[in-house]
Protein backbone atom coordinates (compact mmCIF):
# COMPACT_ATOMS: atom_id res chain seq x y z
CA UNK A 1 0.00 0.00 0.00
CA UNK A 2 2.61 2.45 0.59
CA UNK A 3 4.60 2.10 -2.18
CA UNK A 4 1.46 3.07 -4.44
CA UNK A 5 1.73 6.43 -2.71
CA UNK A 6 3.57 8.89 -4.62
CA UNK A 7 4.97 11.78 -3.02
CA UNK A 8 5.56 14.25 -5.41
CA UNK A 9 9.33 15.89 -5.38
CA UNK A 10 9.10 19.85 -4.46
CA UNK A 11 11.04 21.61 -6.80
CA UNK A 12 11.73 25.68 -7.65
CA UNK A 13 10.18 26.51 -4.18
CA UNK A 14 12.01 28.49 -1.31
CA UNK A 15 11.90 30.16 1.72
CA UNK A 16 14.06 32.98 1.88
CA UNK A 17 15.27 35.11 4.75
CA UNK A 18 15.95 38.88 3.92
CA UNK A 19 17.05 41.84 5.45
CA UNK A 20 14.89 44.60 4.85
CA UNK A 21 14.76 48.06 6.11
CA UNK A 22 11.73 49.17 7.84
CA UNK A 23 11.06 52.95 7.37
CA UNK A 24 8.54 52.87 10.31
CA UNK A 25 11.25 52.20 12.87
CA UNK A 26 14.21 52.78 11.16
CA UNK A 27 16.25 49.68 11.14
CA UNK A 28 17.10 47.06 9.39
CA UNK A 29 15.18 43.43 10.34
CA UNK A 30 14.87 40.10 9.15
CA UNK A 31 11.51 39.08 7.02
CA UNK A 32 10.63 35.26 5.70
CA UNK A 33 9.50 35.09 2.59
CA UNK A 34 8.25 32.00 0.28
CA UNK A 35 9.59 32.14 -3.58
CA UNK A 36 7.74 30.15 -6.31
CA UNK A 37 10.27 29.45 -9.15
CA UNK A 38 7.93 28.12 -11.30
CA UNK A 39 6.57 28.67 -14.62
CA UNK A 40 2.87 27.35 -12.20
CA UNK A 41 0.82 29.05 -9.84
CA UNK A 42 0.56 27.87 -6.61
CA UNK A 43 -2.72 27.00 -4.88
CA UNK A 44 -3.91 26.97 -1.72
CA UNK A 45 0.09 27.77 -0.19
CA UNK A 46 0.08 26.49 4.18
CA UNK A 47 2.65 27.60 6.02
CA UNK A 48 3.53 26.41 9.40
CA UNK A 49 6.43 28.28 10.87
CA UNK A 50 8.32 27.33 14.45
CA UNK A 51 11.68 27.98 16.11
CA UNK A 52 13.16 25.31 18.29
CA UNK A 53 16.50 24.85 20.68
CA UNK A 54 17.35 22.16 23.50
CA UNK A 55 15.82 24.84 26.26
CA UNK A 56 13.46 27.35 24.08
CA UNK A 57 10.37 27.20 21.44
CA UNK A 58 8.09 29.54 20.09
CA UNK A 59 4.92 29.77 19.05
CA UNK A 60 3.76 27.92 16.13
CA UNK A 61 2.72 30.43 13.51
CA UNK A 62 0.03 29.70 10.64
CA UNK A 63 -0.01 31.11 7.26
CA UNK A 64 -1.76 30.85 4.29
CA UNK A 65 -1.46 32.26 0.61
CA UNK A 66 -4.66 31.37 -1.59
CA UNK A 67 -2.66 31.65 -4.62
CA UNK A 68 0.99 32.40 -5.93
CA UNK A 69 1.61 33.13 -8.81
CA UNK A 70 4.68 32.12 -10.91
CA UNK A 71 7.78 33.78 -10.89
CA UNK A 72 6.75 35.54 -7.58
CA UNK A 73 7.18 35.54 -3.81
CA UNK A 74 4.87 36.68 -0.94
CA UNK A 75 5.87 37.55 3.10
CA UNK A 76 5.30 34.95 5.33
CA UNK A 77 6.68 36.76 8.57
CA UNK A 78 8.95 38.86 10.94
CA UNK A 79 11.70 37.44 12.15
CA UNK A 80 12.97 38.77 15.50
CA UNK A 81 16.09 38.72 15.78
CA UNK A 82 16.44 36.34 19.47
CA UNK A 83 14.96 33.68 16.66
CA UNK A 84 17.93 33.79 14.45
CA UNK A 85 19.54 31.45 17.36
CA UNK A 86 17.34 28.77 16.93
CA UNK A 87 15.81 26.21 14.40
CA UNK A 88 13.91 27.46 12.32
CA UNK A 89 11.21 25.11 10.81
CA UNK A 90 8.84 26.39 8.21
CA UNK A 91 6.70 23.47 6.84
CA UNK A 92 5.16 24.31 3.63
CA UNK A 93 1.97 22.47 1.58
CA UNK A 94 0.35 23.79 -1.34
CA UNK A 95 -1.70 22.48 -4.27
CA UNK A 96 -0.11 22.61 -8.21
CA UNK A 97 -2.13 21.10 -10.95
CA UNK A 98 -4.52 19.20 -8.37
CA UNK A 99 -1.40 17.55 -7.08
CA UNK A 100 -0.37 18.48 -3.68
CA UNK A 101 2.97 18.97 -2.63
CA UNK A 102 4.97 19.67 1.14
CA UNK A 103 8.25 19.92 2.29
CA UNK A 104 9.86 21.30 5.34
CA UNK A 105 12.49 24.28 5.21
CA UNK A 106 14.57 24.29 7.85
CA UNK A 107 16.77 26.56 8.63
CA UNK A 108 19.97 25.59 11.12
CA UNK A 109 20.71 27.97 14.06
CA UNK A 110 22.45 31.13 13.64
CA UNK A 111 22.46 30.18 9.45
CA UNK A 112 20.46 33.69 8.82
CA UNK A 113 23.09 35.83 9.37
CA UNK A 114 25.12 37.98 6.73
CA UNK A 115 27.95 35.98 6.02
CA UNK A 116 25.34 33.95 4.47
CA UNK A 117 23.82 36.10 2.10
CA UNK A 118 23.26 35.42 -1.36
CA UNK A 119 21.16 36.17 -4.39
CA UNK A 120 17.59 34.67 -3.76
CA UNK A 121 15.64 33.65 -7.07
CA UNK A 122 12.59 35.75 -8.06
CA UNK A 123 13.41 38.41 -5.45
CA UNK A 124 16.72 39.40 -6.54
CA UNK A 125 17.82 40.13 -3.41
CA UNK A 126 20.81 39.47 -1.07
CA UNK A 127 19.51 36.83 1.83
CA UNK A 128 19.41 33.26 2.98
CA UNK A 129 17.16 30.61 1.35
CA UNK A 130 16.89 27.47 1.56
CA UNK A 131 15.97 24.51 -1.01
Do not use: C
Amino acid sequence: MKKDIEIPKVEDVYVAAVKVFNKDLNSDEWNAYIVNDKEVDLEMVLIVSKGLSKDKKTAVMRHKVDKLPAKSYAKIEYLQDDVLALVNTFEVSFFEDNKMFDKSFIFKENTINENALQRVPVMDVQGVYVK
